[in-house]
């Protein structure tokens, strides 16, 4: 649907003021914080349990991190840059799903058994961590391509914590890495849907208008 030079004009405003925010930008630091935190607990989880899906975990982690960060660069710019930041992030995201993809196959490879009580545990404080994130950004999810980025990250990872967690309880009932590696590829899909996602709303948003024909 298309929309005339006023709704274009107030919908980039509305964009403008959402993004400036002083809520927003108390979250984004609150996040940003956090998940720094996240990285370094699951990326040591991680190697000591043997978990692809906790590694992956902890590398979203810090690619989230680095979002926030670039987010609050972009604060208070031009629409063009935080769509443009916007397509970074959905490019890293679809990045991140394709290294699950191959980290998941060597693991398979090199055939690892993860330790599911480790899995377990870290899991469960994951989940609290982006849980607590995803309802803070809650409220600022329908703005720009930038700001729903940052929803969908924030989202995604609740999931994908929960799949950690239902992980470990399947490598502790089998006694195999079947289950670390299927959530690990539930992890790379979710990632690359939200990347696609967000690459799509960035490039739509970076678009020319078209000129109007009277």
């Keep these: 649907m298309s929309c005339d030079c006023h709704d274009h004009c107030t919908i980039e405003s509305n964009g403008r003021e959402s993004a400036s925010h002083p809520?927003?930008?108390?979250?984004?630091?609150?996040?940003?914080?956090?998940?720094?935190l996240m990285f370094v607990v699951e990326l040591s989880a991680g190697l000591h349990a043997g978990s692809v899906s906790l590694l992956a975990d902890a590398?979203?982690?810090?690619g989230d991190?680095?979002?926030?960060?670039?987010?609050?660069?972009?604060?208070?710019m031009a629409s063009?840059?935080?769509?443009?930041?916007?397509?970074?992030?959905?490019?890293?995201?679809?990045?991140?799903?394709?290294?699950?993809?191959?980290k998941a196959g060597w693991v398979l490879h090199l055939g690892i058994v993860p330790e599911p009580l480790t899995m377990g545990v870290v899991g469960a404080?994951?989940?609290?961590?982006?849980?607590?994130?995803?309802?803070?950004?809650?409220a600022y999810r329908s703005g720009d391509a930038n700001m729903r980025s940052v929803w969908l990250c924030s989202r995604n990872d609740a999931l994908s914590n929960?799949?950690?967690?239902?992980?470990?309880?399947?490598?502790?009932?089998?006694?195999?890495?079947?289950p670390d590696l299927v959530v690990a590829g539930v992890m790379a899909a979710l990632?690359?849907?939200?990347?696609?996602?967000?690459?799509?709303?960035?490039?739509?948003?970076?678009?020319?208008?078209?000129?109007?024909?009277?």
């Design 162 to 178: 929960i799949a950690v967690m239902l992980a470990a309880l399947g490598v502790f009932g089998t006694g195999s890495a079947w």
């Design 125 to 138: 404080l994951a989940l609290a961590v982006n849980a607590g994130v995803a309802v803070l950004l809650y």
């Design 80 to 102: 063009v840059w935080r769509s443009r930041a916007a397509l970074v992030k959905g490019l890293s995201m679809t990045a991140y799903g394709l290294f699950v993809v191959a």
């Design 23 to 36: 809520g927003w930008r108390r979250a984004l630091w609150i996040a940003l914080a956090l998940n720094a």
């Design 59 to 62: 590398v979203d982690f810090a």
């Design 65 to 76: 991190a680095a979002n926030y960060g670039l987010s609050l660069a972009v604060l208070g």
């Design 191 to 214: 990632a690359l849907s939200a990347g696609v996602t967000v690459v799509r709303h960035a490039l739509s948003e970076l678009r020319p208008p078209l000129p109007l024909h009277h």
